[in-house]
């Protein structure tokens, strides 16, 4: 099994300030995927990440995916009010997330 | 658009009742999922499927029964609800190549079935 662990679980920040929030795992993944999900809906994904060292940036948002491919983070730059939300990474051969990064940004 | 459309949007259970949360997928998706989301938690794979007539456990399968039947359709069956089944179902969808690794692929989730058992 292919366990990932997420941290922080959850983080409150001010409106423009800048956080890093991690996925990590012992197993070597092919893939793995950051989601965002808001109160009441479903995940909706942000990102897949495929090669080890990989950076992706998705406007203010940057993704990593680590050179052994067993870890990721994902990095937000001035944040806003609208990013708050969960943030899920997800990988493996059944698809199975972490447990999350509960985000908050006050305004 | 209809995506994954999963149905009831809301039930309360009896302990010992049974019921059965209905998903459906018009992508022509090969892949579905079923995840439970406790409050505050992440996802928590119950069962997927890779295609009709081939359903696997996830992390949490006990109480739960599915089938598939169609590439369309993707039931979860609770079997004598228990309050520990209280939470947020979620059905999900992929494609993938039969000959590739699943993840990497666009899950598709629907918006959710929450179920109270009292």
């Known amino acids: 099994t292919q366990l990932l662990e997420q941290s922080p679980q959850f983080l409150s920040i001010q409106e423009g300030e800048n956080l890093t929030v991690y996925c990590n795992s012992s197993s070597v993944f092919s893939s793995l995927q950051w989601y965002r999900q808001e109160p009441g809906e479903g995940p909706v994904l942000l990102v897949t990440?495929?090669?080890?060292?990989e950076v992706k940036k998705l406007k203010r948002l940057t993704f990593q995916f680590g050179d052994a491919r067993k870890d990721s983070s994902l990095h937000i730059t001035a944040a806003q009010t609208g990013d708050t939300g969960l943030y899920l990474c997800a990988g493996g051969n059944d698809m199975r997330f972490g447990a999350g990064t509960r985000l908050t940004v006050k305004p | 658009n209809a995506g994954v459309t999963q149905t009831p949007k809301f039930r309360i259970l009896k302990i010992g009742q049974s019921m059965t949360l209905q998903c459906a997928q018009d992508?022509?998706?090969?892949?579905m999922y079923w995840y439970r989301q406790d409050p505050g938690m992440g996802l928590k794979l119950i069962y997927y499927s890779v295609g009709a007539g081939i359903t696997d456990k996830g992390e949490v399968p006990n109480g739960y029964n599915v089938s598939r039947s169609t590439t369309e359709d993707f039931p979860l069956r609770l079997e004598l609800a228990a309050p520990s089944q209280t939470s947020v179902y979620f059905c999900a969808s992929s494609y993938s190549e039969l000959d590739r690794p699943i993840s990497g692929n666009t899950i598709y989730f629907g918006e959710g079935s929450w179920l109270t058992v009292v």
């Open positions: 992508m022509n998706h090969n892949y």
């Open positions: 990440v495929v090669t080890g060292g």
